[in-house]
């Protein structure tokens, strides 16, 4: 069963080829099985996922199921769920138990899916490879020596194994496409506004966007379903209203004008990347697109503005965790002010305390105005570019990352070539629009993805010009060899 995909599942329990608990007894069974070599998972919910199971396939008989009752899933640990540990993959967070669900696990719940349990993440969603767990670092499917990406690297590892037929991520900078791109899979980052962040712990608020990762566009399709919506609750919620993205999976794109930016395909692009995009670029062209050379000239300035803006970010979001009212506590704290310091510095990992500082800087008297006031104008320009484009063309297509997977430890000691590995993605995060990842070939033996960005709130086109080349191609179809 772990072969099929979410749709597939959805098919089989409903008519009745299998029940809900065998399905999450046999998804469970692999996670016992695989995931020591993966460490994809931090926590496994086996108790409540059979409950949930159950209660599904009660619904089920009593005729009252919808589409996706059932079919088993894995949440990223950044968001919150009632009565099980949300850590973030921080040692801060390591004690926290979540009081309540965050919206986007009460929208699943609603809709009957069950949870198999929470998956590893790099700390605070902050990191390309998912090295910075205070749980560990998470291993490609497709070769254990090299990272999955990052920082939804849990949940992508999971899916490529097939561990889960889906999971939810956030994509802050890339953090959904990039791993799935690594891990050979499809992931969707909405526009941002379309998903709610309530109950999604903050890294960089007006940047977070939680999104669906799954084997297929039309998978994602039925998450997104799911999982858009206007919530009261969080401001940042855009109150629009949510098609049936599966709906217009099938439509012709006879027509369709693709942007290829020349800016994606010139230095630091790998060639067996490129030859994956350019081969891809052709399946549509003789599916009826058009091609359209553009040009995003302010995308080599999207890196430096992210880090100031998105470190600033957190600075002020991470600020809450302080060892006084949840998470990691000290040890017999001299004072106020050493309790502090000590939690704080005891509680976060490098990467975390780097950014922490970054953006303190950035915000302080006297550079503020040098640096993120300056990078907010510069995201401006960003934005208007991808405006400009989209004048002249319906989607815009390139590579996901620069190159196939690293190896684990590779970019450790180096940071700003780990941030570089978001530089196809972050453009996409500062201007707000929706982006997808779809398995597109491979290069050196590891997944290549293929990036397709699309205006605001137009995630239905981008899921249609997804579905139709899974439907001319096997990529996103083929599961790693150890995990069959």
């Known amino acids: 069963m772990h072969d099929k995909t979410l749709n597939g599942l959805a098919d089989a329990l409903a008519t009745r080829q299998v029940s809900s608990v065998e399905l999450t007894r046999h998804f469970l069974d692999r996670i016992k099985r695989f995931d020591p070599q993966l460490n994809s998972f931090i926590t496994v919910t086996e108790a409540q996922a059979l409950e ?46 979540a009081p309540y669900n965050a919206t986007v696990v009460e929208k699943m ?36 020596a090299y990272v999955p990406g990052g920082s939804s690297g849990g949940s992508a590892a999971a899916v490529a194994a097939r561990l889960a037929p889906a999971a939810t991520g956030t994509d802050t900078g890339g953090s959904i496409r990039q791993p799935a791109s690594l891990s050979g899979i499809t992931g969707l980052k ?39 919506g206007f919530d009261e609750r969080d401001s940042t919620s855009t109150n629009i209203e949510v098609p049936d993205y599966t709906a217009t999976l099938n439509n012709s794109l006879e027509g369709l004008r693709i942007g ?73 704290p001299d004072n106020l002010e050493d309790l502090y310091k000590r939690s704080r510095g005891e509680g976060f990992g490098d990467e975390v305390k780097r950014r922490i ?73 500062m201007a707000g629009l929706p982006g997808l990842s779809l398995p597109a070939g491979r290069a050196d033996g590891l997944p290549v993805g293929l990036q397709i960005i699309g205006n605001y709130f137009d995630e239905a086109r981008l899921l249609n010009v997804a579905h139709r080349y899974q ?10 060899a150890a995990f069959a």
């Open 52 to 97: 949930q199971a159950a209660a599904a396939d009660t619904a089920r008989a009593a005729g009252k199921a919808g589409r996706l009752t059932g079919v088993p899933i894995a949440h990223k640990d950044i968001f919150c769920t009632t009565g099980v540990k949300t850590s973030c993959g921080s040692k801060m967070l390591d004690n926290f138990i």
């Open 471 to 480: 439907q001319v191609t096997d990529w996103h179809t083929q599961l790693p």
């Open 260 to 332: 290829l930016p020349k800016e994606f395909f010139g230095a630091g692009l790998d060639a067996g990347v490129e030859k994956c995009v350019q081969d891809a670029i052709r399946e549509y062209e003789k599916l009826g697109a058009k091609i359209v050379e553009i040009s995003l000239p302010n995308t080599h300035l999207s890196i430096p503005a992210y880090y100031v803006i998105a470190p600033a970010e957190a600075s002020s979001n991470l600020s809450r965790f302080d060892g006084v009212r949840f998470g990691y506590r000290c040890k017999s």
């Open 190 to 228: 909405p526009t941002y506004g379309r998903v709610s962040r309530w109950g999604m712990i903050a890294f960089a608020s007006s940047l977070d966007q939680a999104g669906p990762m799954a084997q297929t566009a039309e998978d994602a399709a039925l998450l997104l379903n799911v999982m858009a």
């Open 109 to 144: 719940n609603s809709a009957g899916l069950v949870m198999l349990g929470k998956t590893n993440m790099d700390e605070f969603a902050m990191g390309s490879s998912n090295e910075s767990s205070f749980y560990g670092p998470v291993k490609n499917p497709w070769n254990t």
């Open 357 to 429: 500082l970054i953006g303190t800087y950035a915000l302080s008297a006297g550079y503020y105005d040098a640096y993120y006031l300056k990078a907010q104008k510069v995201r401006r320009l960003i934005k208007n570019d991808f405006d400009a484009a989209f004048a002249k063309v319906d989607v815009i297509m390139g590579p996901t990352a620069p190159h196939a997977g690293f190896k684990l430890g590779e970019k450790a000691a180096n940071p700003v070539s780990m941030y570089l590995s978001d530089i196809y993605t972050i453009s996409v995060n």
